[in-house]
């Protein structure tokens, strides 16, 4: 996938070095036409089709703006409209979850969460009383058919075109509508104080990475957005030791794995293993995909086992 | 009314009535302790409340497996009390029920009261009350807490109306009748009266402005109960997921509403001596409404829990277990029995028709209706889809904290302030309709 998406780069790139070539006019370039034929030339596309050369020394690198530079608006715009032409997938692959927890440490740690503040956690599960227990990490699922967003009176929280549900803490005004709407228990809320406010961190808000996160708004999973602007994998993905997340773009059916950095097709890795979303019933189309539990690779902790008995006692 | 009254004895009747009713405006007999009383939830309130400001919602019992407490189920609560407006003065009195002349002015008077704060509940509510005009400059339209808000301001302008406009002649009649009052309270009075002098005109448009705002307010009223319950039905979470919550919420608003009258009814009359004007006639009456308004609630009810604890569906199973025989069991049967059930079946005994045991009836049933909110609110917010997990123990309950208590008392110390002050500057009886039902003429009432 990497060499793939490689390649699209450096198309994209020379499209934006035509872009610039295109506004200071094809024109005036041929009328630099030197008798020397000194510089390499390089053949770039016209916005209307057409191929022509032109020497790498007359072509400036085009500006694309780095995150940095970025004012608070320009990152608000930015993040709300997302990174057009994607749709982002998580496949977490249950059969290889044995709890190491560090996908919730790397998130916590970039996001700055508190220790019960969560984007990620790492359930204990057991669906029913008779079948294994298993390991099983829930993000956001980012629905398709959201809950939360539907709800939001201010449009604080919304969905964007490449399918993360995303939150401004800027516009937010903390009535926790959409923390009552989460069937899958998905969002925290900075009730007090936050780790950024007792540091004064006087960063520029970054809606991508919800950071410096604010007292009285939201915070939740966001699929690591400000990675993938960045063309990585998201955190949790990457800090897994074990293989357990694959992470991608369906439109081009591929999820690179975040441990062995493998890319497999989508369609196939989820056909092969019979690949489910949670809650299905409830027809909140979720971006995020689980494989089963099965000839799972570490197994089910004694400890974890007895906690699990006795909550169910407890609390159902 | 056929047998007209000699203009002497109308006179009479009319000094009586209208006397009997202004006494309270200018007697205030015990007054300085309830409001020293008042004064000291508001000043408690507004302490915890800058406490809330200052550190954040942190200071309540709600976390992220609670992210709605008591605040929610107060405003719940409030928009149930406000919903009395237009039981009493609008449907009764559009089906053309006499007897209801002097409790109209209490209904609304509890009306705007309760939708007045109920806004402000919501903005306790918020974490950052500061971005309050967000909800103006950003509103969205899906949000069903826009449509709440909408609803909620339209019902508080018509009550408002609802309020003042029968106020016009009374107005008139208390300027005219207390040429001592404070220059502020004249100037009350005249304003409200709006150049009242009892035309035949005059009598024709305030007729009918009333009429039309009784039909008007009908829609409006059970919109903002149906909407308040959406904020709940429009999730697909556990104990919320519910196609009746609509018509559930509207019915038990009647039950709350009727017994909220009935105790200022009892109140009024003995603190303000108006023992002619709210007889036991009325409580009879009211005692009946209670019993029917309860019966309907009753079937809700029923539809609300026996239909999913007969399919005991995963998730709704273990949130019924809990309401019927778990850990909710002792709020959630206080809340069904003098809630729902005493209200039923007592006032069909006449004795408990009676002011006192009616009162008493009516109280505890305001308080299972409060409790009721409580267990609609929360418990089903503690039994999520997914276990709570790897968070900190107190997760797995909510338990409200001394300031989230002390701002809840505080919004219902600011509702019952508004009353009061309405019921000291206002009659709390309308003098001209009453005067009206006994048979006395319109130039003597006006006069």
Sequence with gaps: ?316 | MSDKLPVEEQKKRFNKIADDIIRPITHHGGLQYWVFLLSLILTLFGYAYFIQVKDGLGVTGMHDYTAWGMYIANFVFFVAAALIGMLISAVLGLIGLKWITPITRIAEMIAVAFAMIAGLVIVFDMGRPDRLLNVFIHGRVQSPIIWDLTVVQVYTIISILLLILPLIPDMAIVSKRIPNAPKWEKMIWNFLSLGWIGTPEQYKIIHRSIRVLSILIVPVALMIHTVTSWLFAMTPRIGWDSTVFGPYFVTGAFVTGVAGVIVAMYFFRNNYKLHDYLTDFHFDKMGKLFVLVAMVYMYFNINEFLVPAYKMKAGDNHHIMTLFVGSWAGLFWFAQVFGNILPMFLPIFKYFRKPMPLMLISVLAILGAWIKRYIIVIPGQLHPFLPIQNVPEKFHAYIPTGPEIAITLGTIGMAITIITIFAKIFPVIPIWEVAEKEGIDKEIINE
């Design chain 1, 1 to 316: 996938m990497s060499k793939q998406k490689k390649t699209r780069k450096d198309f994209l790139k020379s499209g934006l070095l035509l872009g610039a070539a295109a506004t200071t006019g094809i024109g005036l370039l041929s009328s630099f036409k030197a008798p020397e034929v000194t510089s390499e030339t390089v053949k770039v596309m016209t916005s209307d089709g057409k191929l022509v050369e032109v020497e790498v020394n007359k072509l400036a690198e085009p500006k694309i703006p780095k995150g940095e530079d970025l004012t608070l608006s320009d990152l608000q715009k930015r993040g709300r409209e997302g990174i057009p032409g994607k749709k982002w997938v998580m496949v977490i692959d249950l059969s290889k979850c044995r709890n190491a927890r560090k996908c919730m440490e790397a998130c916590q740690h970039a996001h700055h969460l508190k220790p019960e503040q969560h984007h990620i956690n790492v359930m204990q599960m057991q669906t029913a009383e008779y079948t294994a227990p298993f390991y099983m990490p829930k993000p956001c699922m980012h629905c398709d058919n959201t809950p939360c967003t539907k709800v939001c009176p201010v449009d604080a929280t919304f969905k964007r075109q490449d399918g993360i549900v995303l939150i401004d803490n800027e516009r937010c005004i903390g009535c926790r509508f959409c923390v009552a709407a989460c069937p899958y228990s998905a969002r925290v809320f900075n009730w007090s104080e936050t780790i950024d406010e007792k540091e004064n961190n006087q960063d520029t808000y970054d809606i991508e990475l919800n950071v410096p996160q604010k007292k009285g708004t939201i915070s939740k999973c966001i699929f690591s957005a400000d990675r993938l602007r960045r063309e990585e994998l998201p955190y949790c993905v990457s800090a897994c030791p074990n293989g357990v997340y694959y992470f991608g773009d369906r439109n081009e059916d591929a999820v690179t794995n975040g441990t062995t950095k493998e890319t497999v097709r989508f369609s196939e890795l989820i056909e092969k293993n019979g690949g489910y979303t949670l809650m299905p019933e409830l027809g909140t189309k979720p971006s995020v995909y689980y494989l089963p539990p099965k000839d799972r690779v570490f197994e089910f902790n004694e400890e974890d086992k007895k906690k699990l008995d006795e909550e169910r006692e407890h609390h159902g």
